[in-house]
């Protein structure tokens, strides 16, 4: 079974942009969350979707945002770069139901310069 | 909100020593404590977990230890392998919320 797949893997901006970045989840899995890991601040969660529904959210701006897609794909998108958003920012899927075990892609790179 | 601490930040051994990494959180309502491995140039990989009905789990040459009167739970590596080299992670979530409330991390080496 393909695991989460994380697309692009490495991006360079500049500041005042906006990017897109995307997730796909392990088949079969509904739920997929955000995270973003920087060496300051380490691993702090962004939010997370289910069945097309934000159903949590972190401590971020709202320059950041996301969305889910019926097949359970999952985008985030943040506008109005600054510099501090340079960061790894990793996507987890992870089964509906009580089981919380969240499986993580090898994230996306941005460097915003 | 939640607040996990993580210690040491960083810890090197000798192949075939023990390694203990420690991990404490502050909301007693939290029930589900995973460990996860970060490679370089990867995510972070499961490699253990623990619910708070359970006060120690074990899976090969990999242990947690959960004390929740403490708050606070451990993994335990032993016999270590250079490729056991890489950042361990530890978090706390509540109930089913997939908010996880990771520690900082710790950078281990494992010494040939």
């Known amino acids: 079974k393909a695991g989460v797949t994380q697309t692009p893997r490495y991006l360079i901006k500049t500041r005042g942009q906006q990017v897109t970045l995307s997730c796909s989840p392990i088949?079969?899995?509904?739920?997929v969350s955000w995270y973003q890991q920087t060496p300051g601040q380490g691993l702090q969660f962004l939010f997370e979707?289910?069945?097309?529904?934000?159903?949590n959210k972190g401590n971020f701006p709202g320059r950041f945002s996301g969305r889910q897609f019926s097949n359970s794909r999952s985008e985030m998108n943040v506008s109005t770069l600054e510099l501090g958003d340079s960061a790894l920012y990793l996507c987890?899927?992870?089964?509906?139901?009580?089981?919380?075990?969240?499986?993580f892609g090898a994230g996306t790179r941005l460097s915003v310069l | 909100g939640e607040n996990v601490e993580q210690h040491p930040s960083t810890l090197s051994v000798q192949e075939g020593d023990s390694a203990v990494i420690k991990c404490t959180y502050s909301?007693?309502?939290?029930?589900?404590f995973p460990w996860y491995k970060q490679e370089l140039g990867k995510g972070p990989q499961l490699i253990i977990d623990i619910r708070s009905n359970v006060g120690e789990k074990k899976d090969q040459r990999i242990a947690v230890t959960l004390n929740k009167t403490a708050k606070h739970f451990s993994l335990h590596i032993t016999e270590t392998q250079p490729e056991d080299s890489a950042v361990y992670f530890c978090?706390?979530?509540?109930?089913?919320?997939?908010?996880?409330?990771f520690g900082s991390g710790t950078q281990l080496t494992v010494l040939p």
């Open positions: 978090a706390a979530s509540l109930g089913s919320a997939r908010q996880l409330t």
């Open positions: 909301d007693s309502a939290s029930n589900y």
């Open positions: 987890a899927s992870s089964l509906a139901g009580a089981k919380n075990i969240q499986y």
């Open positions: 088949s079969g899995h509904r739920s």
């Open positions: 979707y289910f069945s097309e529904t934000q159903r």
